[in-house]
């Protein structure tokens, strides 16, 4: 599996982000897929997930602005975000579980206060 993330870039605080995760290879073998995030100086920290039956999951802090989504023709996970804070600036990552765990590059994304 190769993941390939895309979207990042800087925002204003209130703005909004859509990140894209596109997978290649053993699409079959993917059970969930995961968007995390590392601020500078901090350890990485799971955001959103969506296991390969549509169900998802939200931590806390992006509950209610975060939606997490994904696009089977294109086999491609989305996280859309709204009302950005400055807080959530960091690097996102995307990962991929199954049969084997993958980390796609990170993309980063900085939100100016």
């Known amino acids: 599996v190769q993941l390939q993330a895309s979207g990042g870039g800087l925002v204003q605080a209130g703005g909004s982000l859509r990140l894209s995760c596109a997978a290649s290879g053993s699409i079959a073998s993917i059970n969930f897929m995961g968007w995390y995030r590392q601020a500078p100086g901090k350890q990485r920290d799971w955001v959103a997930s969506i296991s390969s039956g549509g169900s998802t999951g939200y931590a806390d802090s992006v509950k209610g602005r975060f939606t997490i989504s994904r696009d089977t023709a294109k086999n491609t996970v989305y996280l859309q975000m709204n009302s950005l804070k400055f807080e959530d600036t960091g690097v996102y990552y995307c990962?991929?579980?199954?049969?084997?765990?993958?980390w796609g590059q990170g993309t980063q994304v900085t939100v100016s206060s």
């Open positions: 990962k991929s579980f199954g049969l084997v765990e993958k």
